[in-house]
C-alpha cells in the first residue's frame, strides 16, 4: 500500500507538471515508485523453505535378517545391519533483491552413516564385491568388471568401505566412533559395506544390493593413445577427466580427455619455447603459467586458458610489491605450481596465488596472484629451497629446503597473502621432492639417489613424522618422477615411482609406509622401456610412456575378472556346515563348473547341495 501511495502522489505531481500529459502522469509513477523503493516500503521479502522430512523412513530389509551363501558369483539384496546419525543440512540461497522482491530459499539435504550385509562368507572371505547398486532404479555406484576406461563410482554421494568377511578384518572406524570399541563388532565372516556419510533421495535410506564373488583375479588392462607429440617434460592431470602434457624443450602443449584417454587440442605456445620454469603452474579451473626472460633481468608472469590456449594476460615485469622495483634474478626464476585459495560453493577459486622461486637452489621467493598476475609477496628464506611443491587438504602451500645440516625444513605459505606462516623440521630426514598424500593428509618426503632411496611421511595435523621406508631403488635422473610427486598420492595413499631405467615401477603404501610390488614394461602391454609413472585420479590407473613409440599407456588397477567355482568346491565348503567330514565326503568326480549359486540362510544346508550330487 505505501508503495501505491507514493507512486500515486508522484503520478498525480508529475501531471500538475506537465499539464496532465500521460507522459507526466507516467513518469511521476515511476519515481513515485523509485521512492518507495528507496525508503524500503513496499519491497517484500519472501521466503520459501523446501520439504522436510517428519519421519525417517527405511526401505532395506529388516535388521539381523538371515544371510545367503554365495558360491561363485551371485547377485543379493543387503541388510541392514547397523543406522547411525541421520544429518540434516539446509541450504539457503538468496535470490534478487538490490532494492527489489527478494526472495530466501532454503533446501534440506540428508546424509546417514550405515551399514549393509550381502552374505556370509568363507573362511578366506569373499574374492570381492564386484558391482554394487543403491535405490529403486538400482543405480550403479561402483563397477570393477575388467575394461579400460574409470570405475563407475558415485564419489559426490559419500565414502563406500568394503568387508569382505575375513577371519581377521577388524570393526569399521565409523561404527566405532559411534558405539565404542567395547561395543562394536568386527562382523567377521560376512561380506559387508559401510556408507559413510552418504547424500540421500527422497530423504529414505536406499535399497542396496551387489554381485558378490568367491572366485576373482585381478586384471589389468591397458589402453594406448598416440600423442601429437611423443617427448614429455610435465604432465598434470586435474579433477574432471582433464589433463595437460608438455613436450620436453619446447611449448607443444597438449590437453587430454582422461575419461576416454583421447588427445582433445594441441598448441604449440611460443612463449614455452625457452621457458625459465622446470615445470607450468597450472591452478584449479585449468589455466596454467610460466615466468619468461624477455630482457635483461625483466621476467614476466603470462596466464594461458586451459580450454582455448588463448595468452590471458601477462605482466610488464616481475616487481617487488613493496619498493616497485623490478626483481632481479641472475639464474632465472622457477614457478613450480600454482595452487588455489578459498574454494567457493559455485566451483571457483578466490585469492588464488602463484608460488614462484629462484632457480639453483635459492632462498628467494615471489609469489603471484593468478587473477591479476602481479607480485603479493616477496621474501627471502632461511634456506634455499628445494625442488617441488605440495598443496595440502587446507590448500596451503608447502615448499621445503631438503638437507639443512642432516634435516629436512619444511615452509608452510599461506593460500590467501602468500606469506610464510610456520616452518618445521623433520629431524634425521634428507629429501629432493616432496609430494601430498590425500588419505592421512600428509607431506610425502622422497629422497631419490637410485640404489639407496628412502621416503618419509610426515603427519600435517599432529607436525609430526609418521613412519620411513629405506632401501628403495628409485630413478633419481631426469624428471621420470617429478610429475608422480607434483600430482601426489592416490586417495587410497598409494604411489608409482619409476624404480631405474629400464621400465620397472614400485607401487607404495605411502601410509603404511611399506613396499607393495614392483612391475615391469611387461605389465603394460609393451615389450620397450615405460618411463613417466603416474596416478591417474579419473580412471584409478597408472599413466605412463612407452620411449620407443611415444605412446602414453594407461594401466587400469582394481579391474577383476570373475572365475567359475565347481561342485566339488561348493561341496568340501559346506558339508561340515551339515554335520558331513571331510574325510567321509567324496566329491572327487563332481568337477562341473558353477558360474553362481546362491542358498537361502534359513533353508537347510542339504536341500541345496543333495540335487547336486
Known sequence: MATLALAGAGAAFGGLLTGGSALGLQAGWVLGQLGARALGLGVTEETREGPRIAEFRITNSSYNADLVTVDGAWRVDGHLIWLGAVREVAVTEEIGGKGGPSVSSTTYQYYA??????????????????????????????????????????????TVRIYLGTATQGPDPAIQAALGVA??????????????????????LPPISAVVTTAASASFPTATLDPSQNALRWAELLPGG???????????????????????????LPDFNNPVTNFPGIDGEGNFYNVTETGLNNWQLRKYDGLTFAQLGTTVTLTDPETGANIVSSVGWDEDRAFGGVRQLDGSYAGELLF?????????????????????????????????????????????????A???????????TGGLSASFTVSGIVSNRIGHEPATNSLILGNLVGAGSSLARWEIETESLAGTLDGLTLEAAGNRNDSAFWNGASERGRLYLQTGGSGDFAEIDCIAMTLVTTWDNTDFGLGGDVEFALYDPTNHAVLGRDVITGDLVWRFLDRLVVGATTLRAVHERHAPRVGLAAAKLDAANLTEAVNGLVMGGRAPLRRHLDPTQ
Open 183 to 204: 561395543d562394536t563388532p568386527a562382523y567377521r565372516g560376512v561380506c559387508y559395506a559401510v556408507f559413510d556419510n552418504w547424500r540421500l533421495q527422497d530423504a529414505q
Open 356 to 404: 614462484i622461486k629462484e632457480n639453483g637452489g635459492s632462498n628467494e621467493v615471489m609469489v603471484a596472484s593468478t587473477e591479476t598476475l602481479q607480485n603479493v609477496a616477496h621474501y627471502f628464506l632461511a634456506n634455499g629451497l628445494g625442488q617441488g611443491l605440495a598443496v595440502d587438504a587446507e590448500r596451503n602451500l608447502w615448499a621445503y629446503s631438503g638437507n639443512v
Open 113 to 158: 552413516d550405515f551399514a549393509v550385509a550381502f552374505c556370509e562368507a568363507p573362511p578366506g572371505g569373499m574374492a570381492a564385491i564386484l558391482k554394487m547398486f543403491a535405490g529403486v532404479d538400482a543405480e550403479p555406484i561402483l563397477d570393477r568388471s575388467a575394461g579400460a576406461g574409470p570405475i563407475a563410482v558415485s564419489a559426490d554421494r559419500g
Open 406 to 416: 642432516g634435516d629436512t625444513v619444511l615452509y608452510r605459505i599461506d593460500p590467501l
Open 242 to 268: 582433464r589433463g595437460y602434457i608438455n613436450h620436453a624443450g619446447d611449448g607443444l602443449v597438449i590437453r587430454i580427455d582422461l575419461v576416454n584417454q583421447a588427445e582433445t587440442a594441441a598448441a604449440d
